[in-house]
Each structure stands twice: as C-alpha cells, then as structure tokens.
C-alpha cells in the first residue's frame, strides 16, 4: 500500500489520530452541548418551513400514500446519517465532510468540499431569512390586523427593496452565537420545543376531523407516484448534518453523536408521518394540490379553526429562526477547521473568551444579511442543496476508505453492513427529471471557480514538510482522473425545509445536483473507489 507520506501534495491525507490530537494543542472550543441539546440541533435543522408547505408540492403524486413517501424518504437519509454518525465519533472535531474528507480523501478534496459548505450555507441563510418577512407580514395581518409594506418584508425582484426583517433576524441570531455555544444550544432547544409543540398541536386537532374514508384510494398513481413524491420530500430531510460540525464542543462525543444524528432524524421522520397522517385523515387531498401553505388550509377549513392557522405561522416564523441559527452555527465551525489547518488565515479562527470564533461568526453574519437584504436571490436558491449531496456522496465514501487505511481506529459508532450501506448511501439522490426546466449546467463551476479566485489555496502546515519529502512526479494524476466537478441539472425542486417562502416565483422551478468524474461515462462510485484504492487508500 502506497503510503499517503508519497502522494502528491493536493491528495495528501492528514491521518484521523493527527487530526483528533492537534485539538489540543491549540485554543479549544467549550465542550458545553449535551444530547438532548444536539439533538435539538439536528432537529432544529430538519424540521423547518419545509413540513408546513410540502404537502401541497408531493400530494399530487402520491395521494394519500404520501405517509409511505415520508417514510421512504427518511430511510433514505438514513444510510448517509449512519456514515456520519461513525465518522462524528471516529473523529469527534468540528469541520464535518470538510474534515473527513482531509483524512480519507486528501487536502484538495478537502478545500473543495469546505468552501462548497461555506457558500451553501452562506445562500441557504440568506434564502431562509428572506422567507421570515413574508410569514411575519402574513401573522401580523392575521392577528392584529396590520399590514406590512412588500418593500421590507419581500426580496428585491418580488416588490421588495430592503428586506429589514430577514437583516434583523440574522443579525439577532449572529449576536446569539456570538454569546456562547451554551446559550445558543438553549436558545435553540427553546425553539425547537416550540415549534415542534406548534405540530403536535396540529396532529391533535386534525385527527378531531379525521375520516378514514379520506385514505381511499390510498396510491392513485401507484408506487412510481409515491416513489416520486419520496424524491421531493427528500430534501425536508437535510440538516442532520449540520450536527457534526459541533463535534468539538460535545460532552462525550463518542456516544453523544450518533444519538444526535441519528435521534434527530428518526423523530423527524416520527413527526412528519404523523403530521402526514393527521392532514390526509382530517382534508380530501386532492384539495391540498398545489396549495403554498396546505396545515393552515386544513385546520381553517378542515376541523375550522382560524387560530390555529395563526399558530401554524408562528411556527413557520420559529422554524426560520432555529434553521438560520443552526446553519450560521455549522458554517462558523467547518471555516473555524479550515483556519486551524492553514487552508485559511488561522487568525480568523481567534477565540473570544467565551471560546466561540467570534471573528467567524460577525464576518459570516454581516455578510448573510446583507445577501438577504439586497440580492434577488431566486438563482442563488436553485444551487443551496448541492453542497449538501456532495457531502453526503464523499462523507459515504470515506467511511469505506477509511475503514480500510484504519482498520484499528476507535470507533464508538460503526455502520452495519460496510461497504453495502455506505454505497447506497453515496449512489441515492433525487431521480433526474426529463420535463422542462430551468437548466443552470452554465454555473456548474462557479462556486469552485469563484472561491479558488477570491481566496487562493494557501499550503497548509501539513503540505509544506510533506513536499520535500515526496519524489516529484512520483504517482502523476491520481488513477488518471481529471479533478472533480459539480454539475447541475434539470430535475424536481421540492426545496425541503430550507424555508422559501412558499409563494415565491421559483418555487417551481427544477433542479438535481450530484457529484460526478467527468474522466469515463458510468461507473462513477466504483471508478472512484478504485481511483482511492490505485492511491493507497484501499486494497
């Protein structure tokens, strides 16, 4: 086995037992966060905006059987939240795919999947934010009567000119992360008790309307419409994710992460089903089709209550709030890991002395408010979930690499079934769509190209000694493949849970994302496989 010491530089690894070790010797964040904490951080991130306005997007296909959908999806999700709960408890550090990749796939793969991390949360907070003053507008008019002008409450390009409530919003949870991890986990946990409380109080009243008969025909389209309607209630899924970047400041680590993980989204699968099973029972679905906020519509016109409309807004308000907090909180920490490593000024990475990267979180904040304030960001929305299924794809795969280069590794959490259940995990997404759609294959590259741009790839403190020590032009281009790259096609855009506001205009539009080695047509998840392995990571 080639050693990762001979690699070229931008393929070299930095080794799981370096990587948990130069923790301590540096500044160290606050191990403050508990399970019960972490998982309201998973569920924080999961159970967003999405819950309250997909059903109107997947009833059409699956009908009544859309409580099957949710289920199909959550298994999906499933396989990859396996692979990250055994990396989290492998390598318990913040940083996420960004520092398993360092240890599986190398430096550069590394770079590239932590900047595609950073932008992706940087537009998915943004596009979040926006959709607050839309539901906050429509809450207060409900309520007190009041109405919003559009001109602060909307994004420009939808009749608005300054977003003023998504800007207070980010820079209020800015200023909470900045605190502390302590009080930003309880502010959090508050939230998500909250809101999750909010849907429970749906469930409740719906079943008061409940008509079995509503569930006949149960698959009008058969499995293929259920089976799509899984495919766009995927992305309600994502967030769990967002867990793993606080690995550094979990008590116990070990145990404590794949609970988070693999907690959060097993009680989001519970209560989507259940909110499923609530709406069908309580509304005919077919009147549900189409509709921008379909919980609001059965509770108003299904049991006839307009108050608990009026909750169910308030909930989509707090949702926003806990969904903005978690990914400000995720993006802070992967971009804290890339400092520490050199990829990135380590300066930035300075602690406060409430051991928070306070620099990191100010910067990223202001910036997010300022994208929601001003820019239309109706493009930018198209490209949020595609950071998220790179990382799942190499998150998956580096779990088998590193099964094989650490056989020997602590691990607290193992995934059953390896390399079955990683594979599946790394070959899943959302089915390509053939009808008409917005193609964006012309923007493939640009998040790469432009941080590769503004922020040169700087050496890092484990590739400079590693240079000299290497033969030059020993192993040539890793198995012959050309670099990684992100494209972009045309195929359902269900948005999941990352809180658009339901009316907007590109709610319709279509759009995958999957990572693909564009070297040899098929085979790309075994072609990468053996490219690990001709590079020393495997057999």
Known sequence: MASAARLPAPFRTKSADRIVREIGEGEQLNRAVGVVGLTALGLGAVVGTGIFAILGKAVGD??????????????????????????A????????????????????????????????????????A????????GLLDSVLGTSLPDSITQPPGEGGTFNLFAVLLVLGVTFVLAVGVRESVRFNTGMVFVKVGILLLFIVLAFTAFHSGNFDPFQPKGFSGTANAASLIFFA????????????????????????????????????????????????????????????????????????????????????????LTILYGR?????????DGLLPRGFAKLSKRKTPVRITLTFGILAAAMAAFIPLSELAELVNIGTLFAFFLVNVGVIILRRTKPDLDRPFRVPLVPVFPLIGAAVRPPHDE???????????LVPARARRL???RPSALAAPA??????????PVGGLSQPELQVFSAPDPYGDSGRLPSAPSTSRRWSGALTVPSQPGGRIARTLMTASRAGFGP
Request: charge should be neutral; proline fraction near 4%; aromatic fraction near 10%.
């Open 62 to 87: 699956s009908g009544p059987a859309i409580v099957v959908s949710f289920v199909l999806a959550g298994i999906t999700c499933l396989f990859s939240a396996l692979s990250y709960a055994e990396m």
């Open 89 to 128: 408890a492998a390598v318990p550090v913040s940083g996420s795919a960004y520092t398993y990749s360092y240890a599986t796939l190398g430096e550069l793969i590394a770079w590239i999947i932590g900047w595609d991390l950073i932008l992706e949360y940087g537009f998915s907070v943004a596009v979040v």
């Open 130 to 137: 926006v959709a607050f003053g839309g539901y906050l507008k």
């Open 237 to 324: 899924y994502i967030g769990f994710d967002a867990i793993s970047t606080s690995s550094e400041e979990v008590k116990d680590p070990g145990k404590a992460l794949p609970k988070g993980i693999i907690g959060s989204l097993l009680i989001a699968t519970a209560l989507y089903v259940l909110v499923a099973v609530a709406a069908i029972g309580a509304f005919n679905y077919k009147k549900l089709v189409g509709d921008d906020q379909p919980l609001a519509t059965i509770l108003r016109d299904g049991v006839g209550t307009s108050v608990g409309a009026d909750l169910v807004s308030l909930g989509a308000c707090i949702a926003i709030t806990s969904v903005v």
């Open 332 to 340: 802070s920490r992967i971009m804290f890991s890339m400092c520490r």
């Open 435 to 445: 009808a008409p759609g917005r193609d964006l294959g012309a923007v493939r590259d």
């Open 455 to 457: 922020l040169p790839l």
């Open 467 to 476: 240079r000299r020590a290497a033969p030059r032009g020993r192993h040539g």
